[in-house]
C-alpha cells in the first residue's frame, strides 16, 4: 500500500474524510479536496485544479456523479467512483472514458468483505437454482442520513440473484400489497441509528434457511477498498469493478 499516489478528493462527506484519514497513514497524498463549496456540477475540476494528481475518488451524491466523472474525464484523469444512484448513466459514463482513454472504476461497495460475499452468493444462488422450492429475499440497513433507498448494494445482490436464478424475474421495493409471485424477489430497506451498512441475502425453503450476511463495522474497510482502487487504477485505461482487482 506503499505505492506512492497523489489522489483528489471529490466530496466533503463521511467517506471523503475517511479516506483522507485512510490516507495519510499510508503515505497516499491528497492533492485536492473539492466539497459543494468549491465544486458545483463539475465546475472546479479542470486541468489546473486537478495538475498533479492521479486518481480522483468520488463519494458525492446520485445528482452530482455524472458532472463530477464528466469533468474529471476532461481533465484527463482517471476515476475512482463509489456513489450509489446514478447507474441508469453508466453506458454514458462508460462512453466518455473511452472517448478521453481514462480509467474508471465504479464499485456499489469497496468493502472487501462485501466483495467476497458477491461470490459467495453468485456460488450459492447457481446451486439453488436447480431447487424450485427455495425462495430468497434481501434486506439492508443503513444510517438514518443515507440519502438513498434501496441501496446501491443491495441492488447489485439482487442483479446477481437474477443473473442465477432462472426462475426469478424482478425485483420488488415496497411493501406488497398482495402476495409475491414466484418470479418476484423482495427487497427491503431499513434507515435508522448509525449503521456503517448490513446487507442479508436470504434462501428460504420449507425445510430449512441459509442467510449470508455482511456487517460492515465502520467506514475504514470502504475507505481501504477504495484507496486500493486507486492505486490498482492508477496508469490503466478502461472501465473496470472491484471483481478485476479481487479475481
Not at 465544486?39 to 463530477?68: I, K, M, Q, W
Amino acid at each position: 500500500m506503499m505505492i506512492p499516489l497523489s489522489i483528489a478528493i471529490i466530496g466533503g462527506g463521511k467517506m471523503g474524510k475517511e479516506i483522507e484519514h485512510l490516507a495519510s497513514e499510508r503515505a497516499i497524498v491528497v492533492k485536492k479536496i473539492f466539497t459543494r463549496k468549491n465544486n458545483s456540477h463539475g465546475s472546479g475540476l479542470t486541468r489546473e485544479s486537478l495538475n498533479g494528481v492521479d486518481v480522483c475518488l468520488e463519494f458525492t451524491t446520485p445528482s452530482e456523479a455524472p458532472y463530477n466523472i464528466e469533468a474529471a474525464f476532461a481533465a484527463g484523469k482517471n476515476v475512482v467512483c463509489g456513489t450509489t444512484g446514478w447507474l441508469h448513466q453508466h453506458e454514458t459514463v462508460q462512453k466518455l472514458a473511452e472517448q478521453h482513454n481514462v480509467g474508471f472504476l465504479y464499485a456499489s461497495n469497496f468493502s472487501i468483505g462485501m466483495n467476497i460475499l458477491y461470490e459467495l452468493v453468485s456460488n450459492a444462488a447457481f446451486l439453488i437454482d436447480k431447487f424450485d422450492d427455495f425462495d430468497m429475499y434481501i434486506h439492508e440497513v443503513h444510517h438514518r442520513n443515507k440519502l438513498d433507498a434501496t441501496s446501491g448494494t443491495a441492488l447489485h445482490l439482487a442483479s446477481i440473484l437474477l443473473r442465477n436464478v432462472a426462475r426469478k424475474k424482478e425485483i420488488i421495493h415496497d411493501s406488497p400489497q398482495r402476495p409475491l409471485l414466484p418470479h418476484q424477489i423482495h427487497v427491503t430497506s431499513t434507515r435508522a441509528g448509525y449503521w456503517a451498512g448490513q446487507h442479508k441475502v436470504g434462501f428460504d425453503s420449507e425445510t430449512d434457511s441459509i442467510e449470508l450476511t455482511h456487517t460492515a463495522r465502520s467506514r475504514k474497510g470502504f475507505a481501504f477498498g477504495a484507496l486500493m482502487a486507486a492505486i490498482w487504477l492508477k496508469d490503466k485505461k478502461g472501465v473496470y469493478t472491484m471483481k478485476d482487482i479481487l479475481l
